[in-house]
């Protein structure tokens, strides 16, 4: 029986026709197949490799997903066990492909349609977790100086989730906190995976411990978030713990994680959004992302207010500085309404 390496490498061997049959919506641009997302969907932002030494390989820019092609039948099926997968890539190489009889798109000839979305295999993984209370992953985050996670039920844990290494191909199961990115109704439309060591000493010791899945663009990991009415004031920010940190300091104010820089210049404000507080990182994709998202909803009328930590993120602040320094720094920082309403006194 292949290897999942093994299996990769001979779903390489015919990159085109791979992405014929499950990416059906793209088309062949030089040396790329491009297509808008792992759905499926008329677009762009997706490109696989199809010759030269990357052959297999995909990225998508707007999401930051990428793998091989064992990676990409796992997609867009919406499979989550790694035995369904490699039956799926088994049978594909198994079935006789179609020779192409001209250089002209055929789409009709190749079309095939997606069984499950990004999007639902997403939500699928978020009903197989537990409730985040008493688990490693709560232990995790209590470790990290944040103590009252159980409370956000966009917060979830999976005891044994899939993980598979993108460059030696092999899968195993770790652990997991499970973040689930809603979009302004919220609807599951991804979710965000931090694999963790099973002996509790930080994340699972591989080399990409968190990855996301599904629509990330435009949305996030809400805290204390109404999905109905007005929101007037609202903080967002990049990372999950470090808006976790803010949140454990100011439980009143609702909250956004959306995961990425690229992600958070995409956020979209909720109505009635008067004033957003956007959670600085130390590192220049955090600027980008600021920049991005405050020229954004200044056109929209809000007005953008930068929170800035003291170390390098508010979790580090939150770990090494304490809550009262954090409470401290984040008074000078918040308009006075603000502050008086969230902060304690």
Known sequence: ???????????????????????????RAGNYWIVGDVANSKGKSLYVH???????????????????????????????????????????????????????????????????????????????????????ADSYLRQRGI???SLYPAL??????????LVTGRASSYPALIAAVTDQAGTIA???????????????????PRRALGGLLGNAVRFRFPVHGLVP????????ESML??????????????????????????AGCLRLYVAADADAAGRHG???????????????????PELGDFNEDLRRLGPDRLIANLRDQLAPEDAWLLLPS
């Open 1 to 27: 029986m292949l290897s999942a390496s093994q299996l990769a490498d001979r779903l390489a061997r015919d990159a085109e026709a791979v992405c014929r049959h499950y990416l059906s919506a793209g088309r």
């Open 245 to 270: 940190s803010l949140s454990h300091v100011m439980p009143g104010m609702p909250m956004v994680s959306a995961l990425t820089a690229n992600h958070l210049a995409a956020f979209r404000p909720p």
């Open 190 to 208: 991804g979710v965000h995976r931090t694999w963790l060591d099973p002996d509790g000493e930080g994340k699972a010791r591989v080399d990409d």
């Open 147 to 149: 103590l009252r996670a």
């Open 50 to 136: 199809l010759f030269g030494p990357r052959k297999g390989r995909w990225t998508d820019a707007a999401t930051g997903q990428y793998g091989d092609l064992l990676d990409l039948v796992r997609e867009t099926r919406g499979l989550v066990d790694f035995r369904d997968v490699a039956e799926e890539a088994r049978r594909f190489l198994n079935e006789p492909q179609p020779r192409r009889v001209s250089s002209h798109r055929d789409d009709t000839l190749y079309s095939h349609p997606t069984e499950r979305p990004a999007a639902e295999r997403a939500r699928r993984l978020f009903r197989m977790t537990e409730p985040l209370s008493g688990t490693l």
């Open 156 to 165: 979830r844990f999976h005891p044994s989730c899939y993980y598979r290494d």
């Open 290 to 308: 600021i920049a991005g998202l405050s020229r954004r909803v200044q056109a929209l009328g809000i007005l953008p207010l930068v929170l800035i």
């Open 233 to 240: 004031v609202v903080a967002a920010g990049e990372g999950l």
